[in-house]
C-alpha cells in the first residue's frame, strides 16, 4: 500500500529494541520492488525479505502473513477497501497488527473490523490504528485542559482542509479498469473512501476527541465547481456540521480548488475562552488564548515542543505494549471516528439528515464481491466517456 514504507521507517526508529522488517507484499510488483530497493538502502541487514518472500498478488496478504509467528506485527496499509478481509486474517492468525486509515469504504466494511478487534481482544492481540494525533502529547495536553473545565463547555468546534486541486484524467484506452481505479485510489469511493474521508478522517476524530462523545446525527453541503474535468467521484467541495448528544456542533470544511484561501488547521470555542487544537499539515500548533477571542496577541498557554512525530509515537506505543504484554486496541475508537466520517460524506452526498443509528446499522458495501478481486474482475464502478458516476444528492446511497 501507499504509506507501507512510511510505517516501516517509523517501526524502525521506535525506542526499545531492534526491529526486522520480514514480509512484503502488494498487488503491483513495482511498489514492492520501490519499496524494498528505498527500505534496505535506509536499513540494510534489518531488512531481511529475500525475493521469496516477496509476494505479489490480490492473495499476497495471506502469505506475508503466513510467514509470521505469532506474535509479531503485521503493518496494514493498502487502500482502505481491503483493510476488513487484511484485518480478519491478521488476527485469525494471532499476530498484532498496525492498521493505517481509513478502515473502511462503507458500513459494512466497517461492521467488519470492529467484528474483528473484538476477536483481537479476546485473543490478547495489540491492535494500533493510523489515528496518530490521538498519541501527540501537545494535543494530549491540551485535552487534559478541556477536561479539567479550562475552556468552559465546548459548544463548536471547526476543522478544516482547504487546498489546491487535483483532477483524474479520463482512463487510456486498454488500460485494465480496476487497475486503474486501484492505481488512482483516492478518485474512488470503493477503493479508499474518496478524497474527503482519505484525508479528513483526523479532523472527525479530533472533533469526536475534543467533544469526548461520538456525533448523533449530520446534514452537509458540497458541490463540484463549475467546468470541472476531473474524471473520478469526488467533489471539489464538503461542508459537514456533526451534531453531538448535548446539542454541540462540529464544523469540517474541505474544499479542493486551486487559487483560493487555504487552511489546515483546527479550532475550539469554549464559553470561557478558545483554542487552537492543530496546524498546518497535522503540526502541533497547540494554544489557548486568554478569552473566547481569537487573538494571536493574546495566546495565555503553548504546549511544549513534542519529543517526536505523532507518527512515531504511535509506533513507540505499540512496541511497548508488545514487549511488556499490555492491553492496547484502538480497533473500536478508529471504527468509531471512521463512521463519523461516512456519516458526514454520506450527509453531503444524499443531502439528506444521516444519523449515527442509521450509519452504524447499516450494510451497505459498495462491492459485493470485494474479497474476490483481481485483475479478472470487472470494476464495481464503470466509466461512461472516460467519467465515472458523481454523487447527486437527492439520489445517491451509501449508508
Known amino acids: 500500500g501507499g504509506r507501507g514504507g512510511g510505517a516501516v521507517v517509523d517501526a524502525m526508529n521506535a525506542a526499545g529494541g531492534p526491529v526486522k522488517l520480514y514480509a512484503l507484499t502488494d498487488i503491483f510488483q513495482d511498489r514492492i520492488?520501490?519499496?524494498?530497493?528505498?527500505?534496505?538502502?535506509?536499513?540494510?541487514?534489518?531488512?531481511?525479505?529475500?525475493?521469496?518472500?516477496?509476494?505479489?498478488?490480490?492473495?499476497?496478504?495471506?502469505?506475508?502473513?503466513?510467514?509470521?509467528?505469532?506474535?509479531?506485527?503485521?503493518i496494514l496499509t493498502t487502500n482502505s477497501y481491503c483493510r476488513p478481509a487484511h484485518f480478519e486474517y491478521a488476527v485469525e492468525r494471532g499476530v498484532n497488527v498496525f492498521m493505517e486509515k481509513s478502515f473502511?469504504?462503507?458500513?459494512?466494511?466497517?461492521?467488519?473490523?470492529?467484528?474483528?478487534?473484538?476477536?483481537?481482544?479476546?485473543?490478547?492481540?495489540?491492535?494500533?490504528?493510523g489515528l496518530m494525533c490521538r498519541h501527540s502529547v501537545a494535543r494530549q495536553a491540551f485535552i487534559e485542559k478541556v477536561?479539567?473545565?479550562?475552556?468552559?463547555?465546548?459548544?463548536?468546534v471547526r476543522a478544516y482542509r482547504m487546498g489546491g486541486s487535483s483532477h483524474l484524467p479520463p482512463r487510456p484506452a486498454g488500460r485494465n479498469e480496476l487497475e486503474w481505479q486501484i492505481r488512482h485510489k483516492n478518485s474512488f469511493l470503493w477503493v479508499s473512501s474518496g478524497k474527503?474521508?482519505?484525508?479528513?478522517?483526523?479532523?472527525?476524530?479530533?472533533?469526536?476527541?475534543?467533544?469526548d462523545a461520538w456525533p448523533v446525527a449530520a446534514h452537509g453541503l458540497g458541490g463540484r465547481a463549475p467546468d470541472n474535468p476531473d474524471a473520478g467521484q469526488n467533489l471539489d467541495t464538503y461542508s459537514v456540521e456533526l451534531i453531538f448528544p448535548n446539542d454541540a456542533r462540529?464544523?469540517?470544511?474541505?474544499?479542493?480548488?486551486?487559487?483560493?484561501?487555504?487552511d489546515f488547521s483546527t479550532y475550539v470555542h469554549g464559553t470561557k475562552k478558545s483554542g487552537q487544537f492543530s496546524g498546518q499539515t497535522h503540526a502541533a500548533t497547540?494554544?489557548?488564548?486568554?478569552?473566547?477571542?481569537?487573538?494571536?496577541?493574546?495566546?495565555?498557554?503553548?504546549?511544549?515542543?513534542?519529543?517526536?512525530?505523532p507518527w512515531q509515537a504511535e509506533w513507540n506505543v505499540l512496541l511497548e505494549k508488545i514487549r511488556k504484554d499490555q492491553p492496547h486496541n484502538e480497533t473500536r475508537r478508529a471504527v468509531y471516528a471512521n463512521y463519523a466520517a461516512i456519516m458526514g460524506r454520506a450527509a453531503v452526498h444524499s443531502g439528506k439528515v444521516v444519523t449515527w443509528d442509521?450509519?452504524?446499522?447499516?450494510?451497505?458495501?459498495?462491492?459485493?464481491n470485494i474479497d474476490s478481486l483481481d485483475f479478472g474482475s470487472s470494476a464495481p464502478v464503470r466509466d461512461s466517456q472516460g467519467r465515472y458516476p458523481v454523487p447527486l444528492p437527492g439520489d445517491w446511497t451509501e449508508v
Open 286 to 309: 497547540v494554544h489557548t488564548f486568554k478569552s473566547r477571542a481569537m487573538n494571536r496577541r493574546e495566546i495565555d498557554w503553548r504546549a511544549a515542543a513534542e519529543p517526536c512525530s
Open 104 to 129: 473502511a469504504s462503507d458500513p459494512a466494511g466497517l461492521a467488519r473490523v470492529l467484528a474483528a478487534g473484538e476477536v483481537a481482544q479476546r485473543k490478547n492481540l495489540k491492535v494500533a490504528a
Open 196 to 211: 474527503f474521508i482519505e484525508y479528513l478522517i483526523h479532523q472527525f476524530d479530533e472533533c469526536c476527541w475534543l467533544m
Open 147 to 156: 477536561r479539567a473545565g479550562e475552556l468552559g463547555d465546548l459548544p463548536l
Open 33 to 74: 520492488d520501490q519499496a524494498h530497493e528505498a527500505l534496505a538502502r535506509s536499513f540494510s541487514d534489518r531488512v531481511d525479505v529475500p525475493p521469496e518472500r516477496r509476494f505479489l498478488g490480490f492473495d499476497g496478504y495471506r502469505h506475508a502473513i503466513d510467514s509470521l509467528r505469532p506474535g509479531d506485527v503485521a
Open 358 to 368: 442509521e450509519v452504524t446499522g447499516s450494510t451497505f458495501t459498495f462491492c459485493e
Open 250 to 262: 462540529a464544523m469540517v470544511y474541505s474544499r479542493d480548488i486551486n487559487n483560493c484561501e487555504n
